[in-house]
């Protein structure tokens, strides 16, 4: 079964979505998600979905609970690597992701967290 890798950087986790992703797909990532976030006590997730030329409405919602799951958890999390055509989907279908912090690229992402990796 495809399962999305979840790479740990000190206290972040850090999630490449590097597949089209389906509802199934979405769900799992997020358990194992909220999982990983609980098992390694991290504080913050970083998600680059600059791989994605689609979002639908229900993968927006997934990303905006998923947020909300790590926020409840002590986590931030920062999406980084939206294209513009995903940026104008979200738009128009209202869906705000709200409590989501966004920013251009993983590096962008990094600072926005705090974190000086790279």
């Not at 993968?59 to 799951?69: D, E, K, Q, V």
């Not at 705000?96 to 990094?110: I, S, W």
């Amino acid at each position: 079964m495809e399962r999305i890798p979840i790479l740990r950087m000190g206290d972040l986790l850090l999630v490449t979505i590097q597949v089209d992703m389906h509802d199934r797909l979405a769900m799992m990532l997020q358990d194992d998600l909220t999982a990983r976030i609980v098992k390694e006590q991290a504080k913050g997730v970083l998600i680059d979905i600059s791989a994605l030329d689609v979002v639908d409405s229900f993968i927006g919602r997934m990303i905006s609970n998923t947020a909300a799951m790590a926020r409840v958890l002590d986590a931030s999390t920062v999406v980084v690597g939206m294209q513009p055509a995903v940026a104008i989907t979200l738009v128009e279908l209202g869906l705000a992701l709200t409590g989501v912090k966004t920013a251009l690229n993983v590096e962008r992402g990094m600072a926005l967290l705090g974190k000086n990796y790279l």
